[in-house]
């Protein structure tokens, strides 16, 4: 199961990758594209609707894997002054956090999903049903929720910790 998640979570965030490669090809594309209006080119229609829906989606990707990795941006000015014990309490806890949080996240996304199926709400220039966004940020958001669990479990020393895991530790 570690290897799944681990491999899982690495897979989303290349795919995420991928995912903000096109947008910037969008994005450069649509910028020249206005540049030359003058040559009768001009701008991608739904741009920034498409960089809206692919980056949350890019995002969801990418987290999972940083949280299993441990590279949240952090602050540790006082972190080596506290006591082993209190700082495994406070990993424990910060992790039971991230996943009740993710937990929620998704739960919400999963209702705004179907809203917005039923509604019938589509982007203003695509005309493209908002509920597409969501539903494919939901994917890799769900797969995240399986990572938030399985770093907890990690951290409780209930699962042995993957190696990528330990790196990133010794790292930190």
Not at 61 to 84: G, N, S
Not at 149 to 160: D, F, H, I, K, Y
């Amino acid at each position: 199961m570690n290897r799944l998640i681990y491999a899982t979570s690495r897979g989303m965030a290349w795919f995420g990758a991928l995912v903000l490669t096109a947008l910037a090809v969008i994005s450069v594309v649509s910028i020249a594209g206005r540049a030359f209006s003058f040559a009768g080119l001009g701008p991608v229609p739904g741009d920034f609707e498409l960089v809206e829906a692919g980056t949350a989606l890019a995002v969801f990707c990418f987290l999972p894997w940083c949280h299993l990795r441990r590279a949240h941006a952090d602050v540790t000015l006082f972190w080596h002054a506290y006591p082993p014990r209190l700082q495994r309490l406070l990993e424990i806890l910060g992790d039971a956090l991230m996943l009740a949080v993710w937990l929620l996240l998704v739960w919400r996304m999963g209702i705004a999903t179907l809203e917005f199926r039923g509604n019938g709400e589509v982007s203003f220039i695509l005309q493209m049903p908002v509920w597409w966004g969501y539903a494919a940020s939901f994917v890799p958001a769900a797969l995240g929720c399986l990572a938030y669990a399985w770093r907890l479990l990690e951290t409780l020393g209930l699962v042995a910790a993957h190696a990528d895991s330990a790196r990133a530790e010794v790292a930190h």
